[in-house]
Each structure stands twice: as structure tokens, then as C-alpha cells.
């Protein structure tokens, strides 16, 4: 403990000047340790004796707020998501100061992924051996000679900062090599300096599981093994893109970057709305231009909840830990706006922000359309931001007190304070507001926060700010009431739940997450539950469609589909393969498949020749068509053709319609023009995932176990003795000799496409973990899914939990029983069944099936077509198989 108490009183000490107090911290810590020692083990006692120290640079919501945060995201599986630092070569020069900072967030159980620099420390030594430092375009030019010194200094440097980390009994890994990988930037101009070519982050999340602090250098590898050096500040770049971690802090001399005219430093600086302005002043320029564009060019690779943060060593805790910080945020930011109509922001869009945020859509007591008519009774204005992280709604008829109807966050626009920022905007206008929450509100304490006062009944909060006379809340009530203006009796006005402004007063309402104003749901109700209704009959008119790709199984049973669709005509089918022989299997006309090139599907979407397109290419292969599309439709507005890709090139990409209605809703996609047709195991996965997704144990990922027929490996091409050319399977039953043949068992880009889709409705890092197999038999795929509960839960909760969820889906069915192969073979829908719950209850088992060449793949698709081409969504579906 000696060096512990050591750490804690100089810690004590610093975290007193920062904040600008006079109280003891040193006696802080005597009052603590002891009282605790005998209650908590050693590392709860540092990290209880540390966050209290903590309190004297920041208020205890504060605090804890972003501990709790910055825990969250340090998931066993991705432990690195915590903070990448990068240490810059001068801030070595007070080592003490640096390993006494980076202790402070390693006693709270946090662990940042270290990487420095050392320019100063080889400058100094290769000037004594004689060597002019000789840099080109910033870069500092390394031969044989600069790389031998170069090497022997980053080792120095790093296992002085490792000492002095253990000398406090902190926990650290040197790491010199292995992470980086690289290519030569110009061995003619730079000599051997690289380029960074790929990044393996598993030695690092090695020592953070190990419960070791990561200390990396910026010397990367190339692939016949030669060592290049590399730009500390963009290897800390590179590192950041792998890890995505939710702070990536450079620390320097400065503290921060400064104003080039008042020499102030700049505390924020929102990049979104900020960027473009700064660029044009004069006193940006040089080496603070290139750093800005370098931030920039990092952040729009991450995600929008990561932040930059230029500080100072000493000052690390103050801006980790406070909401004011010490040194320059740099963040993607937002554009506020404010819109008298949801015309401003675009109907579809606020649909789509209401279907996926609003508790009581997601609760199923309230439909979309009935926000939309609730809207329509009074004067209101929309607030948010430009991403729609952040969605309030003020309802304000004249003369009356306004009430604030909706405010809808997404995780980011809490992590980024954007919620504040627009709730501080509703404030300008309005001297006076009235808003309700929900009782179980995971985010009740930030409204609790903002309220002068606010009391419970019934389930749900009554808040308000402006007013301060109980008599005239409860005459403001009861106008409410009596125009309809709130929903539920709050008369009498009662005594208010947990006190107000609790953060103020140094308490939280217990299990309050600050990242979230998703409420809690009732088991059985997530997210996709309610849905919209058309308000336009459905279409009868024919339409034109072409299928690219017509040869494999998928575009087979496609073809089969449109053959029997009343409206939807196939005019074109390309294969490459096939060409100029005749497509069988289709009878309302005659077709020959053609090789349709780049350049005639460009004048083919110009002129307007087909209604849609279905992309049934093998992965990687469709993008040229598809930009082909792009270009022959940037004349034709709203008339240009939908595209459906049956592939997974398009179903990580935001400007795509992910297209699976019963989970993501139909409205969506029935705006589409662009709609990636889910893959077949990610379908049935999230199928199965989908109704438990509120009761799902946090840091546990459930895992799926999928077996698929053989027609799910592809077909190749082979000429017959007849000389004719006929598809194959990849993988024939014969190999498999009445076996399953496991693959891909880790990474399949179903896991990732799963995990990447559900993850907006959770508020955590959401995994799954998934392992394929492909059986003897043609089609079908048997899904069995392990989910850890976050409670006890009954095997009849959990069916009625599906049949809740799906009831209103014709191709979504649920069985008592488990779903076997001859199930769902040749059908066109989803069964589940066979629910089992382990005898703690804390675990449910669930089976699921689905035809990988039907709904896994072709039924979905012409699911998506018909919503997306106006069509009711079922129609040329056989519903009764």
C-alpha cells in the first residue's frame, strides 16, 4: 500500500490546485482508507480512495457520470475502448508527472492504450553523434544510421515510463513491436519511414486483460520484416480507427491549442459546424492547419461519439472527469436547429426518430401516426441537431404555457451533450416549461436535474422549470387537463419523488444512466414493435424489372416469385455465363439472358427502361452497376429506379435502406431508392434476437449456433456431356458425407452485420457471437440461439414475448416445439420454437429456421420490392407455405 498512499497524497495534492480549493485532500484520503479497508477489498479501497479525490476538481455527478461512462467501454472483449493517448516526446521530459496521471486512471479501473513519441530525446543524441536532424515536408528523413539510434531511444524512453508506472504500483506491458505494420512511404525521399498498412490490436487487448497498462511505440514492421519509423501522432491516428475508442487524447506542452489573435485557449471546437470557418482565418496556417485537417480526417472515420482532446499531463483528470475540461475538445459536433413543421426536417425522417426512440411507440401505447395527429392539435416547434441525435418537440399555443411533448436522444446525443445543448435552446424561448418522463426512465436524473420541480404519480413524472408557486402549477395543471394538453390526472399537485436538482445536492436516482433517455422496457417490447400504416392504397400498376445476376440459386427462386407476381414483370436478366440462352422458369413472356455491361445499365437507368433493379452478384462484384445506376439517375429526382442488392457490399452503409421490415419497420423502405436485402443467417439471427433484446444480460454476448444446406456455399458453372452449361453447388452433398462442415468460425460478416443493426437499440457496445456450419441437405438454415438473461425469466414469458412481437407478421410464425429443417424447407417464412430456460432462469435457449434461398434471400426481397415500388408488402408471396 506504500506506493498507493504515495499515489493518493500527491494526487490529493494536484487535484486541490486544479480545481482552485483549499480543502485537505490528503485528509480525505486518512478518513477513507481506513474505514473502508475492512469492508472492500485493496482495489475497491484505490479506486474509492481515488474517485474521491476526483470530487475536488469536479462535482460528484460529474464524476461519476463520466466514470460510469467511460467503464461501459471497457468490455472484456474490447477492452481497448476506454482511451488512446499519445504521448508526445516533450511530455516524457516530466515522466514523474505523466505515470502519476496515467496511475490516477488506472486505480479507477480504467485503461488507456499509451503510445509516445520521443522526437526531442533522438534529436538531442543523434546531434551529439554528429547527425543533422534533415526533415522534408515535416518529415523527418530516416536512414539506416537515424532508425539504429531511433530504435535504442523509443526502447529507453518506454521502459522508463513502464518503471515509473510499476514504481507506483501500476500495472504496465512495453509493446515495441507487432501492433504496426507498413509499407514504405517513399524510400527514395523519406528513406525508412512507413506507412501504415494495418494495425493488430490483439497484443494490446492481451496486456489490458491481463490487467496491464498497453505502452506502445510508433516503430512499425514492414512484410519482409524491416523496421520503419513512423509519425508518432499518426500511428496514434491509425490505432484510433481500429479501436474506435470513445477518447483519443494528445498530450503536449501547451495544453491545449490556442487562438492565433487573442492567444486564448479554445476550449470546444465542433468540427461539423466550426471546421470550415477556422480553415478560412488567417491565423490558421502551417502546422496547426495540418492538425486540424488530421483531426478531422480521424473523427469522420469514427464513431460520432468519439472525441479528440489536446491537454496537458497534469490536467488529464480535469479533462477526463469534468464537463467544463481543461484542455481543447475537438468532436464531430452538431448544427442546431429549431423548425415551426416537421416539414423542416422531413416527415420520413421524424417517423423514423419516433419509431425507433419514443417509449411509449416502443411500448406499444402509441402509434407513430398518433404522435403525427397529436402534433397536429396545437402550435409546436421541433429543436434538435442535424444528425438527429437529439428530437424535442414544444407544444406552444398562444397565451398558454408551453409543454414539451417529445425529447427523443439517441446514445451519442446524450455521450456528447448534445441533449443539454438543446434543451438550453428550448430554454431561450420559453421562460416557463412542463414536460412528463416515465417513472422507469433509465435518464430520470437529468430530469430531475433541469426541473424546479417535478412529483410522481402513477408511473410517470410531472417536470417543470419557470414557476415557483405550488398554486400556480396546479392552476397550470389543470388548464392542462382540461384542454387535453397532458395525458393522465396529475391533480391534486402531490409532494415531488427524489429531490430536485440532484445533481446539485450530491445525489442520483439510483440505477440513472446518463447516456440514455431510452426508458427501460417492459418485457416482451422493443424496439420495431409498433408499426406504421400506408395512408395511400396500395399500387396495381405493372412495373419493369431487371435482375442482374440471374444465374444462382437465389436468382432462380426469384425468377419462380416474379412469375407468379400480378404486377412486378421481369424485362431484363444478365448473366455473363449464361448469356443468349433462354431463362427457364419463367412463363409470362419470353426472356434470354443478355451480359448487360456498365455502360447499358447507365443508358438503361437514364432512359428509364426498368422500375428496379436486383443486384444477385456475389460479394464485392456489384458496386460498378450500382454506380452505373448512380450516374444514369442524377437527372431523374424521385423517378429514378430502386435498387434491391442482394449482396452484403451495401448493408454497413448509412445511405442504404436496411431491409428487414419486421424488425426496422416498413415506412423506411418504402421511401427507398437504395435497400440492402439482409443476408440469410443475419436475418434469422436477429429474428431471434430481437424480442429479448431489453432483457439480454449487458456484458454477456449471446451466441448462435447456424446450420446451413449446401446451396447456401454458392454455385460454380459446368458444361454438361450434352454441352450445355448448368449450375452447381460449391459445395456438393457428396463432400460432405452426411456431415456438417463447420467454417468461418470466427468474424462471419453475418456476426458483424447482426450485431451492427441491433446495436441502435441498445445502449452498450452490442455483440453476438456466431458459429456457421453447412449440412447435406439443399436448403434451409436451423438457427439455435444462447442468450444470457439480466433477470429471472420464465420459458412461457419468453414465448409470449415472440408471439407479443411478431403477432402481426404473415411470414413470422411461433411454435411450441423446436423448428426442424423439414419446417421451413420451401417455405417462404421464419419459425421459432423449442424454448427452453436453464433452471436458474438467467439463460434462454431458442430455435429458429428460414429458407436461406426464400425469406434468408428472394422472398425478402420482393418483401422489400413491393414496399419499396408501392405495392402492399406480401403481395406474389404465398402466405399458406
Not at 196 to 202: A, E, H, L, N, S
Not at 652 to 667: A, C, M, V
Not at 735 to 762: C, D, K, M, V, W
Request: proline content about 5%; aromatic content about 8%.
Amino acid at each position: 500500500m506504500l506506493a498507493v498512499s504515495r499515489l493518493a497524497t500527491r494526487g490529493a495534492r494536484r487535484a486541490v490546485v486544479v480545481a482552485g480549493q483549499r480543502q485537505s485532500g490528503v485528509q480525505v484520503v486518512r478518513r477513507t482508507v481506513p474505514q473502508a479497508r475492512g469492508l472492500q477489498s485493496v482495489a475497491q479501497t484505490d479506486r474509492d480512495t481515488i474517485t474521491r479525490l476526483l470530487y475536488s476538481i469536479g462535482t460528484k455527478r460529474e464524476v461519476e457520470r463520466h466514470l460510469r461512462i467511460f467503464s461501459s467501454a471497457s468490455h472484456p472483449s474490447q477492452p481497448a475502448k476506454f482511451a488512446v493517448i499519445k504521448v508526445g516526446g516533450a511530455v516524457l521530459g516530466d515522466l514523474d508527472e505523466l505515470a502519476l496521471s496515467l496511475s490516477f486512471l488506472y486505480r479507477v479501473g480504467l485503461y488507456p492504450v499509451v503510445l509516445h513519441g520521443a522526437g526531442p530525446q533522438l534529436n538531442d543524441i543523434i546531434e551529439r553523434e554528429g547527425v543533422v536532424p534533415d526533415y522534408i515536408d515535416g518529415i523527418r528523413v530516416t536512414d539506416a544510421k537515424t532508425l539504429k539510434v531511433a530504435r535504442r531511444v523509443f526502447l529507453e524512453e518506454n521502459l522508463k515510463l513502464v518503471a515509473a508506472l510499476e514504481k507506483l504500483g501500476t500495472r504496465a506491458r512495453p509493446i515495441n513491436s507487432g501492433v504496426f505494420s507498413a509499407d514504405y512511404l517513399d524510400k527514395d525521399k523519406y528513406g525508412l519511414v512507413g506507412k501504415i498498412t494495418k494495425v493488430d490490436k490483439r497484443p494490446i487487448e492481451a496486456a489490458i486483460r491481463a490487467g496491464a497498462l498497453p505502452i506502445l511505440t510508433s516503430l512499425a514492421e514492414s512484410d519482409d520484416g524491416q523496421i520503419l519509423n513512423v509519425n508518432a501522432d499518426i500511428a496514434a491516428g491509425e490505432l484510433a480507427k481500429e479501436v474506435e475508442p470513445m477518447k483519443i487524447v494528445f498530450l503536449n506542452e501547451k495544453g491545449g491549442l490556442f487562438h492565433g489573435v487573442t492567444g486564448e485557449k479554445i476550449s470546444v471546437i465542433n468540427l461539423d459546424e466550426d471546421f470550415d470557418n477556422l480553415m478560412k482565418q488567417p491565423w490558421v496556417k502551417y502546422g496547426t492547419k495540418l492538425k486540424l485537417r488530421e483531426f478531422k480526417e480521424l473523427l469522420d472515420h469514427l464513431p460520432r461519439s468519439s472525441s479528440v482532446a489536446v491537454i496537458s499531463a497534469d490536467s488529464l483528470q480535469k479533462e477526463l472527469f469534468t464537463d467544463s475540461g481543461a484542455g481543447t475538445l475537438i468532436r464531430r459536433g452538431y448544427k442546431l436547429f429549431k423548425h415551426g413543421s416537421i416539414d423542416g426536417i422531413g416527415a420520413d425522417r421524424f417517423r423514423q426518430v419516433v419509431h425507433d426512440r419514443d417509449p411509449d411507440v416502443l411500448a406499444g401505447f402509441q402509434s407513430v401516426t398518433g404522435v403525427l395527429n397529436e402534433l397536429k392539435k396545437t402550435p409546436y416547434t421541433i429543436y434538435g441537431d442535424e444528425p438527429l441525435d437529439v428530437v424535442a418537440v414544444v407544444s406552444h399555443p398562444p397565451d398558454e404555457v408551453p409543454v414539451m411533448t417529445k425529447v427523443l436522444s439517441s446514445r451519442n446525443g446524450a455521450l456528447n451533450n448534445v441533449l443539454d445543448n438543446v434543451f438550453n435552446a428550448i430554454k431561450k424561448d420559453h421562460r416557463k416549461l412542463f414536460w412528463t418522463a416515465h417513472a422507469e426512465d433509465e435518464n430520470r436524473g437529468w430530469h430531475f436535474e433541469r426541473a424546479d420541480g417535478s412529483f410522481t404519480r402513477a408511473g410517470k413524472s410531472l417536470f417543470w422549470y419557470g414557476i415557483q408557486d405550488v398554486a400556480e402549477v396546479e392552476k397550470v395543471v389543470k388548464d392542462f387537463e382540461a384542454k387535453g394538453r397532458i395525458e393522465r390526472s396529475f391533480l391534486p399537485v402531490g409532494p415531488s419523488a427524489p429531490p430536485h436538482r440532484a445533481g446539485a445536492a450530491g445525489t442520483t436516482p439510483a440505477g440513472v444512466k446518463s447516456y440514455s433517455t431510452l426508458a427501460r422496457k417492459a418485457f416482451g417490447s422493443i424496439p420495431g414493435s409498433s408499426r406504421g400504416y400506408a395512408t395511400a392504397p396500395p399500387l396495381t400498376t405493372p412495373k419493369r424489372v431487371a435482375l442482374i445476376g440471374a444465374r444462382g440459386y437465389t436468382g432462380q427462386a426469384l425468377t419462380s416469385l416474379l412469375d407468379q407476381h400480378p404486377y412486378l414483370n421481369l424485362s431484363h436478366v444478365s448473366s455473363r455465363q449464361l448469356a443468349g440462352s433462354q431463362l427457364e422458369g419463367y412463363n409470362k413472356q419470353a426472356i434470354n439472358y443478355s451480359n448487360l455491361s456498365t455502360e447499358d445499365v447507365e443508358r438503361m437507368e437514364q432512359d428509364g427502361e426498368v422500375d428496379a433493379w436486383v443486384m444477385a452478384l456475389p460479394n464485392g462484384v456489384c458496386k460498378p452497376f450500382v454506380d452505373a445506376i448512380d450516374r444514369g439517375a442524377k437527372d431523374r429526382g424521385d423517378k429514378q429506379s430502386v435498387v434491391v442488392d442482394l449482396s452484403a457490399d451495401y448493408r454497413f452503409e448509412k445511405d442504404w435502406t436496411y431491409g428487414l421490415p419486421e424488425i426496422y419497420g416498413r415506412d423506411e423502405i418504402r421511401n427507398a431508392k437504395r435497400i440492402s436485402n439482409p443476408g440469410c443467417y443475419a436475418t434469422s439471427t436477429q429474428l431471434l434476437l430481437a424480442p429479448l433484446l431489453s432483457i439480454m444480460a449487458e456484458n454477456e454476448r449471446p451466441t448462435v449456433f447456424g446450420v446451413s444446406g449446401y446451396s447456401g456455399g454458392g454455385t460454380i458453372m459446368e458444361t454438361s456431356a450434352t454441352g450445355k452449361t448448368v449450375t452447381k453447388p460449391k459445395v456438393s452433398p457428396e463432400s460432405l458425407n452426411g456431415a456438417i462442415r463447420p467454417y468461418s468460425l470466427t468474424g462471419h460478416i453475418h456476426e458483424r452485420e447482426a450485431a451492427h443493426h441491433l446495436s441502435i437499440f441498445q445502449p452498450y457496445d452490442f455483440k453476438v457471437a456466431f458459429v456457421p456450419a453447412v449440412g447435406p441437405w439443399f436448403s434451409g438454415i436451423i438457427s439455435t440461439i444462447s442468450i444470457p438473461l439480466n433477470k429471472t425469466h420464465s420459458a412461457r414469458e419468453v414465448y409470449d414475448s415472440y408471439e407479443n412481437k411478431y403477432k402481426n407478421d404473415k411470414l413470422l410464425s411461433i411454435q411450441k416445439d423446436v423448428v426442424h429443417v423439414q419446417d421451413i424447407q420451401g417455405q417462404h417464412g421464419w419459425k421459432a420454437g423449442g424454448f427452453q430456460v436453464s433452471n436458474k432462469g438467467d439463460r434462454v435457449v431458442v430455435v429458429g429456421g428460414l429458407d436461406n434461398l426464400l425469406k434468408g434471400a428472394a422472398t425478402q426481397c420482393l418483401q422489400n420490392l413491393n414496399l419499396a415500388l408501392g405495392y402492399d408488402e406480401y403481395t406474389g408471396i404465398p402466405l399458406d407455405n
